[in-house]
């Protein structure tokens, strides 16, 4: 299909739900083939699990940020 100076293509709404794809795709070129994949966020979630963590105080530090030894210069 056309779309102004490019060519576009359509995946049907089963393509589109069988491989949870929604809104925005990684598209990957290998040799002569395009690979499209749904976009994934590896840190999807994290805000609500940083939070639960707080409320349950358990988002302290377990070893100190800056070493005794550690220089600045």
Same mark, same amino acid.
């Given at each position: 299909m056309?779309?102004?100076n490019s060519k576009s293509?359509?995946?049907?709404k089963?393509?589109?739900k069988e491989n949870d794809i929604k809104e925005k795709v990684e598209l990957m070129l290998k040799e002569d083939r395009i690979?499209?994949?749904p976009h994934h966020h590896p840190r999807k979630g994290w805000d609500t699990a940083f939070?639960? !963590?707080h409320r349950k105080n358990? &988002?302290?530090?377990? !070893?100190?940020?800056?070493?005794? &030894?550690e220089t600045f210069e």
């Open positions: 056309k779309t102004g293509l359509q995946l049907s089963a393509i589109l690979i499209i994949v939070r639960k !963590m358990d &988002d302290a530090l377990i !070893m100190d940020d800056v070493f005794p &030894d």
